[in-house]
């Protein structure tokens, strides 16, 4: 027997011991080895990719979560999330008249100045009240609006007596209701 190339002649041996059925399973079984191996190859390919999509998406999540955390210390942020919206103006007014009504000094005679906002900045509505009361109702509504109405400030005082046993004084009040704007 004459030398052949050893493909030549491994592919003949093939042939004589399975026959041209067997040989074409094996080729088919080692096609399929191959495809195998490169759909492996492929897959390995698409983990690491996700790995670092994920790995990327888990950075910028605790970035977004620090910001938020800076944001949640800051605060002047906080004393905006803490402003009543423009939508509840008229809840914070109703709430004033209320505290009034309940330490007798009745609001009646206002005048009011209203500032926009634009959210989420801060808007204000000035506020100015005529009133009579006693010097102790007086204090004590001041002291229930600055505890119950915190956006709302207490910016001028005006105090009047008319005579000297009077227990009533004009009383002019004038406060800065801020607010924020409402959400687009």
Request: hydrophobic fraction near 45%; include cysteine; proline fraction near 4%.
């Amino acid at each position: 027997m004459a030398l052949m190339p050893a493909p030549a002649q491994c592919g003949r041996l093939l042939l004589r011991r399975f026959g041209r059925s067997g040989l074409g399973v094996l080729l088919g079984l080692l096609g399929l080895l191959l495809a195998l191996g490169a759909w492996q190859r492929q897959q390995q390919a698409n983990a690491t990719q996700l790995q670092a999509r994920i790995a990327q998406s888990v950075a910028q999540w605790q970035k977004l979560q620090a910001a938020r955390e800076a944001v949640r210390r800051d605060p002047v942020v906080a004393l905006l999330e803490n402003l009543p919206q423009k939508s509840e103006i008229s809840a914070v007014l109703f709430q004033l008249q209320e505290l009034g009504a309940a330490h007798q000094v009745v609001l009646s005679e206002a005048d009011y100045g209203f500032t926009s906002a634009e959210a989420p900045f801060a808007g204000r509505v000035r506020l100015h009240f005529r009133t009579q009361a006693g010097y102790e109702d007086l204090r004590r509504l001041l002291q229930a609006v600055h505890e119950q109405l915190p956006a709302l400030a207490l910016t001028r005082v005006g105090l009047e007596r008319k005579k000297i046993g009077d227990g009533r004084l004009e009383t002019s009040l004038e406060f800065m209701l801020y607010f924020r704007g409402d959400a687009p």
